[in-house]
């Protein structure tokens, strides 16, 4: 069994930042890849940004050179650092992480970002 949960998310004006956390427990290493996705209304969930053993990261087109992911010194918690935010990127944006053949998902935390 495995929980994920998100923390940072908020309101920000357009150009501000944000921190995401995810703190995952139970069935997992440092091994498995873990990520983030997001879903805007009317839309389908999108990747933002994955991380996998030995810190190789990877990044959809449209966070490139805003957002950084990244795994912190605590076990098992990943980081999205946002920067430059638009009000394009206002979606829930859940953590994931992949073990064996499922996908574990959290509940989604709210990100908006007002113009």
């Known amino acids: 069994q495995v929980q994920l949960v998100e923390s940072g998310g908020g309101l920000v004006q357009a150009g501000g930042s944000l921190r995401l956390t995810c703190a995952a427990s139970?069935?997992?290493?440092?091994?498995?890849?873990m990520g983030w996705f997001r879903q805007a209304p009317g839309k389908q969930r999108e990747l933002v940004a994955t991380?996998?053993?030995?810190?190789?990261?990877n990044y959809a087109d449209y966070v490139k050179g805003r957002f950084t992911i990244s795994r912190g010194n605590v076990k098992n918690t990943v980081y999205l650092q946002m920067n430059s935010l638009k009000p394009e990127d206002t979606a829930v944006y859940y953590c994931y992480a992949a073990i064996g053949t499922r996908n574990w998902w959290g509940q989604g935390i709210q990100v908006t970002v007002s113009s």
């Open positions: 991380i996998v053993s030995g810190g190789i990261t």
């Open positions: 139970g069935t997992i290493s440092s091994l498995n890849p």
